[in-house]
């Protein structure tokens, strides 16, 4: 006769499955974000956990249920958060008590929601309808803080997809240079939240970009010139390769669906790059030598630091949103070759420096108020960078309305500006 498991015992066994559970998600969402999904096997997370592989098919089946389970629990944090935020009285304020419900120090790791589109169906439209749902409710609070008085007027779509871009790209910055400890996600929560309430911007400032992002696009040459004809043709292969990696994902994209979309044949892509590895280390190449042009033009425009910083924030979006397509920040850095991944993240940390040292001079010249210019800069690239994962290949608006859009974000931040007493209505 078998004995009868008692109540308590049999909690204490539930409990302990679903933290196994939770360390297993949560192991895999950090290796998830730094080598993503393609180079991270089943093996590689019951290792990082503690388990054996036999035990991780205890809670999954496969790599792709365990993807699944990883974002279907980052969009329940989400929503968790919402609603926690939705019981605050204005829309500013719902805005900002979402941002410290994500940044909590004591959450483990959240997996960013990258590669939906190599789930597969009916898994990723699953994971993009809760995520549509959560990026509903974003906008709604701003919406509301708009109605109501304490959120500026906005594209309200614009200002939420920013947020969540921040707060996506803050969770990879150990990518590329960022800390992961709890008082480094500390200061990045505090960062984000001063930069959504009130920008960078010491005083009002009317800016407008006088660069085009075209400009860092190869230039006109003689059609008879060999080396430059091939040259203009490795270019565009990188181009199409960076858009759609930045759209879908590296997993999710192959070379037959780039040669495609270039009127090519795979043996066409083959004479530039070797394999898809190498083509991504060739776009990771060419995308830091146009941030780095970028970052150069800022120098050279900008009167002061505010103006610096506002510069290579608009030429990034443009360019990220226009034919130029450099390849932005990606999980699966760690599975490069170990020189390239040194390489590039050296290269970031060099452009996150500059960008930094803008703020401070606009802090030095007066332009900027006093802010954290390290992790600003950090989380505010999540803005640009997360563009493609949302921007509609047929939206109407032009790129320099998301660049405007974004820098005023960057100037301002959301809150509306208080009404002097002697400019108030009677």
């Known amino acids: 006769m078998t004995k009868a498991t008692s109540p308590a015992r049999a909690d204490k066994a539930h409990h302990k499955r679903q933290s196994k559970r939770e360390a297993l998600l949560a192991g895999a969402a950090t290796l998830f974000n730094a080598r993503g999904i393609a180079g991270t096997s089943l093996a590689d997370v019951a290792e990082a956990v503690g388990l054996t592989r036999a035990a991780v098919y205890y809670y999954v089946n496969d790599r792709a249920e365990l993807v699944f389970q990883c974002y279907s629990k980052s969009c329940d944090l989400t929503a968790d958060d919402l609603a926690t935020a939705s019981q605050e009285a204005s829309g500013l304020a719902r805005i900002l008590a979402f941002v410290r419900c994500a940044f909590a120090p004591e959450r483990p790791q959240v997996a960013v929601l990258n590669d939906i589109n190599a789930l597969g169906e009916p898994l990723a439209s699953m994971v993009r309808a809760a995520d549509d749902r959560n990026t509903t409710a974003l906008i709604g609070f701003v919406r ?44 990045l929560r505090d960062a984000v939240l001063a930069l959504v309430e009130q920008g960078v911007a010491a005083g009002p400032v009317a800016f407008d970009c006088p660069l085009d992002a075209d400009a860092f696009l190869p230039q006109r040459f003689n059609a008879f010139d060999r080396k430059r004809a091939a040259e203009l043709k490795q270019d565009q292969l990188l181009a199409q390769a960076s858009r759609r990696f930045n759209r879908d994902g590296i997993e999710a994209t192959s070379i037959d669906e780039i040669a495609g979309e270039l009127g090519a044949t795979k043996g066409a892509v083959y004479h530039y790059v070797k394999d898809k590895p190498d083509l991504v280390v060739r776009c990771y190449e060419r995308a830091f030598d146009i941030y780095e042009r970028i970052g150069a033009a800022g120098r050279e425009h900008g009167r002061n630091g505010l103006e610096r910083g506002l510069l290579i924030t608009h030429l990034f979006t443009q360019a990220i949103l226009g034919p130029v397509s450099p390849l932005m920040a990606q999980p699966g850095l760690e599975d490069l070759p170990d020189d390239r991944r040194e390489a590039f993240r050296n290269r970031a940390v060099g452009m996150n420096k500059l960008s930094a040292r803008f703020f401070r001079e606009g802090m030095a010249d007066g332009s900027c108020r006093p802010c954290d210019p390290r992790n600003t800069t950090h989380v505010f690239a999540g803005t640009f960078g997360w563009l493609p994962k949302w921007v509609r290949t047929d939206d109407p608006r032009p790129p320099r309305r998301f660049a405007d859009e974004i820098c005023n974000l960057l100037a301002f931040g959301l809150a509306a500006t208080p009404t002097k007493p002697d400019q108030e209505h009677p």
């Open 144 to 187: 509301e803080g708009v109605a109501d008085g304490s959120v500026r007027v906005c594209d309200n779509e614009i200002a939420a997809q920013s947020l969540i871009g921040m707060i996506n790209f803050a969770r990879l910055s150990p990518l590329w240079g960022g800390g992961a400890s709890r008082t480094y996600r500390i200061h």
